[in-house]
């Protein structure tokens, strides 16, 4: 692979991060509106993001033989985990929230073992026992902590899309289409959050209907921007720069919402992305095993 193919997926994949932080902060100025809402909205924009690619890509709206579960799965866990993250930015600091839901990946790993069958080797255990504990240092885990329940569901959202990404992998490898993903995902969501938007409606300004509009286009051009990072480079090799979300959460946290992590979620930050960079350096080594 050329280096600027590399170059372009790394560049892709740090856009993408900071689209993420972006929808996470317009969540967030959207104020006192409930996460469910605010769900909706998100992803009926990038629902139709994805019809169009699927218009015009000419993919037929129909999944493989055997995938809808699969799908329904994908759907479910990754509705679920929207909404914990949601509600998480909604109530902790915003670096804190991003880096919660970015626990994702080593659950990933968790769950790629439990239900894929894929073998997890002693490197990849570690890191995951060592994510889960700088977490802890983020969560804070006492109950006078009085951000501890928001942290659990936050962590949950990570959790959930660890499932999430699982059933995604399964999907690509039963030769399933990304937009086709998306929009099922997207539509999916839309369709179990309306009833409570029908039934409990929560009136918003204009400018909290932009707001939350803006978020939906933040979260289309991070998933935009991340399946180009993946079609230019392996995930192996650019994967660990999705972690530059941390750092634009804490800016954006710190110049948007006057927030400064205390030194617990520092010490959690520098743990969870040190495992990633082993993880990233443990997987381009045995890449490199397997060429040679």
């Known amino acids: 692979m050329s280096q600027m193919k590399r170059y372009k997926g790394i560049v892709y994949i740090i856009l993408s991060a900071f689209c ?18 605010k769900s909706f909205f998100r992803n009926i924009v990038a629902f ?64 790629s073992f439990l239900i894929l069958k894929e073998k997890v080797t002693p490197v990849q255990a570690t890191a995951v026992a060592g994510a889960f504990i700088g977490s802890l240092f983020i969560i804070k885990p006492t109950f006078m902590n009085m951000d501890f329940v928001p942290s659990l569901i936050g962590l949950f959202g990570g959790i959930s899309a660890g499932i999430a990404y699982t059933m995604v992998r399964m999907l690509g490898e039963r ?12 539509g999916f969501s839309c369709l179990v959050t309306l009833p409570f938007l029908i039934f409990d409606y929560h009136p918003m300004t204009p400018v909290q209907f932009g707001i939350l509009l803006l978020a939906g286009l933040a979260a289309s051009g991070g998933q935009f921007a991340i399946t180009a990072a993946y079609c230019y480079a392996p995930a192996r090799e650019i994967s660990v720069y999705d972690y530059s979300q941390i750092i634009f959460s804490a800016i954006l946290g710190f110049f948007v919402f006057g927030q400064i992590p205390d030194v617990y979620s520092w010490i959690g930050y520098v743990v969870i992305c040190a495992m990633a960079v082993w993880m990233f350096i443990y997987n381009n080594k045995k890449s490199v095993r397997a060429v040679k």
């Open 20 to 37: 993420f932080a972006l929808m996470n902060m317009f969540v967030r100025m959207a104020g006192d509106i409930p996460s469910v809402q």
């Open 48 to 111: 139709v993001f994805a019809a169009v690619l699927l218009w015009k890509n000419r993919i037929p709206p129909k999944c493989k033989t055997g995938n809808l579960k699969y799908l329904l799965l994908r759907s479910a866990f990754g509705t679920v985990g929207i909404l914990c993250n949601f509600y998480a930015v909604d109530h902790l600091v915003l670096a804190d929230a991003s880096m919660l839901n970015k626990m994702s990946p080593f659950f990933a790993i968790v769950f």
């Open 175 to 186: 030769g399933e289409k990304g937009p086709l993903i998306v929009c099922f995902f997207s």
